[in-house]
T-cell receptor, first 111, second 111 residues
C-alpha cells in the first residue's frame, strides 16, 4: 500500500473551512484515497473517498491533484464536533482490502 | 451510528485469562475486519473474514483467533492475555471491496 504523509496537528477556527492536506506521492493508478476520522477513541468514521475526480458529500469535499500525488480534505464549516484525528489512507480498489492507518492529523477546532 | 455493533463495550480481566469479543456487521455486509488500537502501535489490522471464510491476516498473534458464523457475526478470541493486550478492539464491515464501516469498539483492560 502507498504511504501517506500528513501534518501531525492543525488548528482551525469554528465556522471556518478546515483544509487537511495529505501527500501520497507513490500512489498507484488503481489506488483510492480514503479519509476517516476518529473522535476521542470512538470507532473510526468514514468521511469520503475518491480515485481521480474531486468528490463531495454531506460531510466534506475531497480535492485530488491532477497527478494524484496529493489530496486535500475540506470541512466547509468546521464545528467543535469536528475535533478529531483525521486519517488519509491509500488503498487498492480490490484485492488487498485492509486499511493501513498512519498517525493522522489531529485537528482542533478553536471556538 | 455505523450499523456495526460490538459487545461488550468494556472488558476488564486478568493476565492469563481468555476473552471473546463479538461483532455484528451491518445488515447484508459479508466482510468483517478486526483492528487493534493500542497507545504505542496505533490502529492495526488483525484479520478479515468474508462470508465465513478467512480472507486476510495481518498482525494477529497466535494467541488470538477469530471466526465468522453463518449469520455473519464474528467473534475475536484472545487467550493467555498479557498486559500488552490492553487496547481498543474495533470491528468493521463492508458490503463490497470498498468502504469499511467501524463499530464503537471494545475497550479491553488486562490487569
Amino acid at each position: 500500500d502507498a504511504k501517506t504523509t500528513q501534518p501531525p496537528s492543525m488548528d482551525c477556527a469554528e465556522g471556518r473551512a478546515a483544509n487537511l492536506p495529505c501527500n501520497h506521492s507513490t500512489i498507484s493508478g488503481n489506488e483510492y484515497v480514503y479519509w476517516y476520522r476518529q473522535i476521542h477513541s470512538q470507532g473510526p468514521q468514514y468521511i469520503i473517498h475518491g480515485l481521480k475526480n474531486n468528490e463531495t458529500n454531506e460531510m466534506a469535499s475531497l480535492i485530488i491533484t491532477e497527478d494524484r500525488k496529493s489530496s486535500t480534505l475540506i470541512l466547509p464549516h468546521a464545528t467543535l464536533r469536528d475535533t478529531a484525528v483525521y486519517y488519509c489512507i491509500v488503498r487498492p480498489a480490490a484485492g488487498n482490502e485492509k486499511l493501513t492507518f498512519g498517525t493522522g492529523t489531529r485537528l482542533t477546532i478553536i471556538p | 451510528d455505523s450499523g456495526v455493533t460490538q459487545t461488550p463495550k468494556h472488558l476488564i480481566t486478568a493476565t492469563g485469562q481468555r476473552v471473546t469479543l463479538r461483532c455484528s456487521p451491518r445488515s447484508g455486509d459479508l466482510s468483517v475486519y478486526w483492528y487493534q488500537q493500542s497507545l504505542d502501535q496505533g490502529l492495526q489490522f488483525l484479520i478479515q473474514y468474508y462470508n465465513g471464510e478467512e480472507r486476510a491476516k495481518g498482525n494477529i498473534l497466535e494467541r488470538f483467533s477469530a471466526q465468522q458464523f453463518p449469520d455473519l457475526h464474528s467473534e475475536l478470541n484472545l487467550s493467555s492475555l498479557e498486559l500488552g493486550d490492553s487496547a481498543l478492539y474495533f470491528c468493521a464491515s463492508s458490503a463490497n471491496q470498498e468502504t469499511q464501516y467501524f463499530g464503537p469498539g471494545t475497550r479491553l483492560l488486562v490487569l
